[in-house]
């Protein structure tokens, strides 16, 4: 069948997302890389750079849920925008703290938490965006471009990180990234609308094919410059902390947070302390779970919508989840009682990438169940990998030093035959019930 002409504005849209996925790990991931250079400036012990690393994963933590509340009530375009303005000020802020001032450690937890509370918005903010612009046949794979930038962005930190720091120090690398940070969210404020129905380039193939895809009808939600003051139909939060399928996708979630955390905390400690491998064997190797992270991410997105137009989002969105965390299971058992250190870093980056086969079905379905409230559901959602985290930050380590590190790999084994077993409760057909809510934004929709 020849293709409908018409514009393409939701790709064009997602792809930018998939850019400031990679820039908010951008962001995240530089301290890791100049934390030593940080430690010995500001005469930090290990113990006090570890308070500043769990800064931003607690201010992160705990606006997952405000987060996703504000886009719901605002829109993807202005609180992006503004998020990752904010994300580049504290950026910029983490490298501006003089050496030798009063309080440089409370300073520095301080910003550090700040652009936590920031970079929290943008992925509930990127489901609310979704819920709006993308039909849920189309999901899986803008989900998958979409966390397929942070692949790329932990990826890269390192190399660019390192680059940048031996030529101008680490100071110049949070300088640079916080430019590149405030470039991205100002060109996603110009290029980007709440709704498709507000974007003057949707043509109205594009626009038609958007709205007849969506789970929740554009009639009921404002969808158009003209009517500001209409109302927004909201899901309360009784309605949503009362949901079986909202609790299965958030305890499934923990359990991947907390396997993929691994990855982004202590993969490389661990290849060069456990494993043996030297510096530079260490900084290669250790990029492969993040490379399959990228890969995996639209491939899981692709292959979860095919499914889904086969045999519809039971299959396709949690039948398929079940399946390949328990393939990701499989991997991280595995991979951590290989014997050859270059061998159990592709198996364990193997399990990485099989995690992130199903990382858009999460979205995508708190996308489809939530509608308008996508942002605070997936905020909800999110949160829970956050705790998990969090957890494997402190539970990992201590795991392995009373049991060993393969203990550690198999506890977060089988934390993910657990979140894939949770799949099998949720029902992607079920809608979360609307209620009209007066919206907080009276303001004209193209602010």
């Given at each position: 069948?020849p293709r409908?002409?018409?514009?393409?504005?939701?790709?064009?849209?997602?792809?930018?997302?998939f850019?400031?996925g990679?820039?908010?790990?951008?962001?995240?991931?530089?301290?890791?890389?100049?934390?030593s250079s940080?430690?010995?400036?500001?005469?930090?012990?290990?113990v006090?750079?570890?308070?500043?690393?769990?800064?931003?994963?607690l201010?992160?933590?705990?606006?997952?849920?405000?987060g996703?509340?504000?886009?719901?009530?605002?829109?993807?375009?202005?609180?992006?925008a503004l998020?990752?303005i904010?994300?580049g000020?504290?950026?910029?802020l983490?490298a501006?703290?003089?050496?030798?001032?009063?309080?440089?450690?409370?300073l520095?937890v301080?910003?550090?938490?700040?652009?936590?509370?920031?970079?929290?918005?943008?992925?509930?903010?990127?489901?609310?965006f979704?819920?709006?612009?993308?039909?849920?046949?189309?999901?899986?794979?803008?989900?998958?471009?979409?966390?397929?930038?942070?692949?790329?962005?932990?990826?890269m930190?390192?190399?660019?990180v390192t680059?940048?720091?031996?030529?101008?120090?680490?100071?110049a690398?949070?300088?640079i990234?916080?430019?590149i940070?405030?470039?991205?969210?100002?060109?996603?404020?110009?290029?980007?609308?709440?709704?498709?129905?507000?974007?003057?380039?949707?043509?109205?193939?594009?626009?038609?094919?958007?709205?007849?895809?969506?789970?929740?009808?554009?009639?009921?939600?404002?969808?158009?410059?003209?009517?500001?003051?209409?109302?927004?139909?909201?899901?309360?939060?009784k309605?949503?902390?009362k949901?079986?399928?909202?609790?299965?996708?958030?305890?499934?979630?923990?359990?991947?947070?907390?396997?993929?955390?691994?990855?982004?905390?202590?993969?490389?400690?661990?290849?060069a302390?456990?494993r043996?491998?030297?510096?530079?064997s260490s900084?290669d190797y250790?990029?492969l779970?993040?490379?399959?992270?990228a890969?995996?991410?639209?491939?899981?997105?692709?292959?979860?919508?095919?499914?889904t137009r086969?045999?519809?989002?039971r299959?396709?969105?949690?039948?398929?989840?079940?399946a390949?965390m328990?393939?990701?299971?499989?991997?991280l058992?595995l991979g951590?009682?290989?014997?050859?250190?270059?061998?159990?870093s592709?198996?364990?980056?193997g399990?990485?990438?099989?995690?992130?086969?199903?990382?858009?079905?999460?979205?995508?379905v708190?996308?489809?169940?939530?509608?308008?409230?996508?942002?605070?559901?997936?905020?909800?959602?999110?949160?829970?990998?956050?705790?998990?985290?969090?957890?494997?930050?402190?539970?990992?380590?201590?795991?392995?030093?009373?049991?060993?590190?393969?203990?550690?790999?198999?506890t977060?084994?089988?934390?993910?035959?657990?979140g894939?077993?949770?799949?099998l409760?949720?029902?992607?057909?079920?809608?979360l019930?609307?209620?009209?809510?007066?919206?907080?934004?009276e303001?004209p929709?193209?602010?």
């Amino acid at each position: 069948m020849p293709r409908q002409p018409g514009s393409q504005v939701r790709w064009l849209l997602v792809f930018w997302m998939f850019v400031i996925g990679a820039v908010a790990f951008l962001d995240r991931v530089n301290i890791s890389i100049a934390g030593s250079s940080i430690a010995s400036e500001y005469h930090l012990t290990n113990v006090q750079l570890g308070w500043v690393f769990s800064a931003f994963l607690l201010g992160y933590a705990i606006f997952q849920t405000p987060g996703g509340w504000l886009a719901d009530r605002l829109g993807p375009r202005r609180v992006i925008a503004l998020a990752v303005i904010w994300w580049g000020i504290f950026t910029a802020l983490t490298a501006s703290i003089p050496v030798g001032v009063a309080g440089a450690l409370l300073l520095l937890v301080a910003v550090r938490f700040l652009l936590g509370t920031g970079e929290a918005i943008m992925f509930p903010a990127s489901n609310q965006f979704i819920s709006k612009w993308i039909p849920t046949e189309e999901r899986g794979i803008a989900n998958g471009l979409i966390f397929a930038g942070v692949g790329i962005g932990a990826g890269m930190t390192p190399p660019l990180v390192t680059y940048i720091m031996l030529h101008q120090g680490w100071r110049a690398s949070f300088w640079i990234s916080a430019v590149i940070g405030i470039i991205v969210g100002a060109v996603w404020f110009i290029i980007a609308r709440n709704t498709p129905g507000e974007h003057h380039r949707v043509s109205s193939q594009e626009l038609e094919k958007i709205q007849r895809g969506l789970t929740i009808k554009p009639e009921a939600v404002r969808d158009g410059p003209g009517d500001a003051s209409a109302h927004a139909m909201l899901v309360p939060w009784k309605a949503i902390l009362k949901s079986k399928d909202v609790w299965g996708v958030t305890c499934s979630y923990f359990a991947y947070g907390y396997a993929s955390w691994i990855f982004f905390s202590w993969f490389f400690i661990y290849l060069a302390k456990v494993r043996g491998m030297n510096l530079k064997s260490s900084a290669d190797y250790a990029m492969l779970p993040f490379l399959a992270m990228a890969a995996g991410s639209p491939l899981g997105g692709i292959i979860s919508d095919a499914l889904t137009r086969w045999r519809g989002k039971r299959v396709g969105r949690c039948v398929f989840s079940f399946a390949v965390m328990g393939l990701a299971a499989v991997f991280l058992a595995l991979g951590s009682s290989v014997h050859s250190a270059a061998l159990a870093s592709i198996v364990l980056a193997g399990g990485a990438g099989a995690e992130y086969l199903c990382q858009s079905c999460y979205w995508s379905v708190t996308a489809d169940i939530a509608g308008p409230s996508a942002g605070s559901v997936s905020g909800f959602m999110n949160m829970g990998a956050q705790i998990g985290g969090a957890v494997t930050a402190t539970l990992t380590p201590a795991i392995a030093g009373a049991y060993g590190w393969t203990a550690s790999f198999i506890t977060a084994a089988a934390l993910c035959a657990v979140g894939g077993l949770a799949w099998l409760i949720v029902n992607p057909n079920a809608i979360l019930k609307p209620q009209p809510t007066l919206a907080s934004d009276e303001s004209p929709k193209n602010w």
